[in-house]
């Protein structure tokens, strides 16, 4: 990450912010790395301003907080990014529905130690 990512990342709202245990970003699986990894990269790749993910990620946890959903951090993350995506046009709701079915057969696995 350059240094106004982690700034902007290090800024964000407590009602929004990282999950952190002394000071140490916190992540409780492989997938939440890669989500929190993905979000940055393209937002450091301009595909999106971070104040947009930040938007949507505000509106997920809000919901998620007015409907009483059982979701994770991380979760709400994710879903922050797939709806920026799509809204971006980044990926289609079929590209993304194909990459979730892979993932949850098993058909598909991302864990650079399991090469």
Not at 31 to 41: C, I, K, L
Not at 99 to 107: C, D, L, M, P, W
Request: charged letters at 30%.
């Amino acid at each position: 990450m350059n240094e106004s990512t982690d700034i902007r990342i290090a800024n964000m709202e407590d009602s929004i912010a990282l999950p952190r245990s002394n000071g140490e970003l916190v992540f409780e699986a492989p997938w939440e790395g890669r989500a929190f990894g993905m979000a940055v990269a393209l937002n450091e790749d301009k595909q999106y301003e971070w104040s947009e993910f930040q938007g949507r990620l505000a509106e997920e946890i809000a919901e998620a907080e007015r409907t009483g959903a059982s979701s994770t951090y991380y979760e709400r993350w994710l879903a922050s990014l797939e709806r920026l995506l799509l809204e971006k046009g980044m990926v289609t709701p079929e590209e993304l529905d194909s990459r979730t079915a892979e993932y949850a057969s098993g058909q598909r696995n991302d864990d650079w130690h399991d090469h």
